[in-house]
């Protein structure tokens, strides 16, 4: 038995799958599988940005009929955006920036993931860095705005 998941080829992958892969730049699926087994320090598992996934929801959720008649389909499949407590963001498999609520999500299927593992994908790190020293700048920049001052350059 292997440590490792095995891989999916892009010719395993859905229609839908190998399109956006392709657009994405047709990186190499085998390097970036899962590690589910084996030392603790070796195993990687985990939803990644830019995964490919496939969202089932909840059918109570969903229009009984869609306009144009038919039965609404339970599936939504795409590219995970971004996820917080209460969405999941999926660009899909139409083009479509999706936020769906987690509440009515029954289940969330990986495809394959597109990136590697968070914490040795440098350009995930460095763009994470980035918008930490953003965010901070913003933060310093409202509470300037909120007491009415421009006292940056004065020492408390």
Do not use: C
Request: net charge negative; charged share 40%.
């Amino acid at each position: 038995m292997s440590t490792e998941r095995r891989g999916r080829e892009v010719t395993d992958l859905p229609e839908w799958a190998k399109r956006i892969h392709q657009e994405y730049g047709s990186p190499e699926l085998g390097d970036l599988q899962d590690i589910f087994l084996g030392p603790l320090i070796k195993r990687r598992s985990g939803l990644r940005k830019d995964d490919l996934i496939e969202i089932l929801l909840d059918n109570r959720a969903l229009p009984k009929e869609s306009s144009s008649g038919t039965q609404t389909d339970p599936y939504i499949r795409g590219m995970l955006v971004g996820t917080s407590r209460n969405v999941v963001e999926i660009w899909d498999e139409n083009g479509d920036f999706r936020s769906i609520a987690r509440d009515i999500i029954v289940e969330l299927r990986l495809i394959t993931h597109l990136r590697k593992p968070y914490i040795e994908d440098r350009e995930l790190l460095t763009f994470e860095k980035e918008d930490m020293r953003r965010r901070s700048n913003l933060l310093e920049e409202a509470e300037r705005q909120a007491d009415g001052r421009e006292d940056n350059h004065v020492w408390d």
